[in-house]
């Protein structure tokens, strides 16, 4: 099914007060979702201009297909999982002020939004999957951007962009997956192994994911290097493991997916998602 072009509409989270005014977000999200509302992901009025500017993503629901009764309550819920990622995001923003180069806002923001973002829209294809059509191309309204100039609309920030580089010729996603940086690699479970046999009709879509995998890994090895000395103690987890998993937990829902259009779907593989830094 063919998917209209995203519709940026500015999500504006007040910071007032730093921690009440979320708690009243999240109330406002609860209740809409209570009501059998999809709280969306874009109204116009939801967000404050906050000092260092803020996020604007696409609108998710108005692009979603009817969606069956029996999926309406995960699909809520994934909507309002993409409210609260905008306005952890935009708090983000306003608590980082200064921190980083000048692609921090890329690459420690935007970015591992953006890869919750595609969890998040790939959990309510599946939901909506199970009895109805699968929608496809909901991943293009995953990228937001930096809005510093009151405008609805994308700026010049490549959205969630960062640099990468070509897919590790064989970083297996085991143990020894990246290179010998001095400042430790990723490591990942083994996807491959722990598939059921793939369908002919799904082999090459199957092939594709598992190579993203190994990309995926390649970039977060760099992603590791480049960014020697930012942020806090916590920084390698929440920017780099974080947004990694984010991305393998979309890749191997996509691998679960093309399995079971011909045969069982294969369950359980989101535990192999999360990876660990070793030194």
């Given at each position: 099914?063919?998917?209209?072009?995203?519709?940026?509409?500015?999500?504006?989270?007040?910071?007032?007060?730093?921690?009440?005014?979320?708690?009243?977000?999240?109330?406002?999200?609860?209740?809409?979702?209570?009501?059998?509302?999809?709280?969306?992901?874009?109204?116009?009025?939801?967000?404050?201009?906050?000092?260092?500017?803020?996020?604007?993503?696409?609108?998710?629901?108005?692009?979603?297909?009817?969606?069956?009764?029996?999926?309406?309550?995960?699909?809520?819920?994934?909507?309002?999982?993409?409210?609260?990622?905008?306005?952890?995001?935009?708090?983000?923003?306003?608590?980082?002020?200064?921190?980083?180069?000048?692609?921090?806002?890329?690459?420690?923001?935007?970015?591992?939004?953006?890869?919750?973002?595609?969890?998040?829209?790939?959990?309510?294809?599946?939901?909506?999957?199970?009895?109805?059509?699968?929608?496809?191309?909901?991943?293009?309204?995953?990228?937001?951007?930096?809005?510093?100039?009151?405008?609805?609309?994308?700026?010049?920030?490549d959205p969630g962009g960062e640099a990468t580089t070509p897919p590790a010729e064989d970083a297996g996603?085991?143990?020894?997956?990246?290179n010998d940086t001095g400042v430790g690699t990723i490591s990942c479970p083994d996807v491959a192994p722990?598939?059921?046999?793939?369908?002919?009709?799904?082999?090459?879509?199957?092939?594709?994911?598992?190579?993203?995998?190994?990309?995926?890994?390649?970039?977060?090895?760099?992603?590791?290097?480049?960014?020697?000395?930012?942020?806090?103690?916590?920084?390698?987890?929440?920017?780099?493991?974080?947004?990694?998993?984010?991305?393998?937990?979309?890749?191997?829902?996509?691998?679960?997916?093309?399995?079971?259009?011909?045969?069982?779907?294969?369950?359980?593989?989101?535990?192999?998602?999360?990876?660990?830094?070793?030194?």
């Amino acid at each position: 099914m063919s998917r209209a072009l995203p519709k940026y509409n500015k999500r504006r989270v007040g910071l007032i007060g730093g921690a009440a005014a979320l708690a009243l977000s999240g109330a406002v999200i609860a209740g809409s979702a209570l009501a059998g509302e999809s709280s969306g992901d874009g109204d116009a009025d939801a967000r404050t201009l906050a000092g260092p500017g803020t996020i604007s993503c696409p609108d998710v629901a108005p692009e979603l297909p009817a969606v069956p009764a029996t999926a309406r309550a995960e699909v809520d819920r994934n909507l309002a999982d993409l409210d609260k990622q905008i306005a952890e995001a935009d708090k983000r923003l306003v608590d980082t002020v200064g921190q980083g180069g000048p692609d921090f806002v890329k690459n420690a923001i935007l970015g591992p939004l953006e890869d919750k973002r595609v969890a998040t829209v790939n959990r309510i294809a599946t939901a909506i999957g199970r009895t109805a059509e699968r929608p496809t191309g909901l991943d293009a309204l995953a990228p937001c951007s930096l809005d510093t100039e009151g405008s609805a609309g994308q700026d010049d920030t490549d959205p969630g962009g960062e640099a990468t580089t070509p897919p590790a010729e064989d970083a297996g996603q085991g143990a020894a997956a990246g290179n010998d940086t001095g400042v430790g690699t990723i490591s990942c479970p083994d996807v491959a192994p722990e598939l059921p046999a793939v369908p002919a009709a799904a082999r090459a879509e199957v092939d594709r994911n598992l190579a993203d995998l190994d990309k995926q890994i390649a970039e977060a090895d760099k992603r590791l290097v480049d960014t020697v000395g930012q942020g806090g103690p916590d920084f390698v987890k929440n920017a780099i493991l974080g947004p990694l998993e984010d991305k393998r937990v979309a890749t191997v829902n996509r691998i679960a997916t093309a399995i079971g259009r011909t045969a069982e779907r294969p369950t359980g593989l989101d535990s192999l998602a999360a990876c660990t830094l070793t030194k």
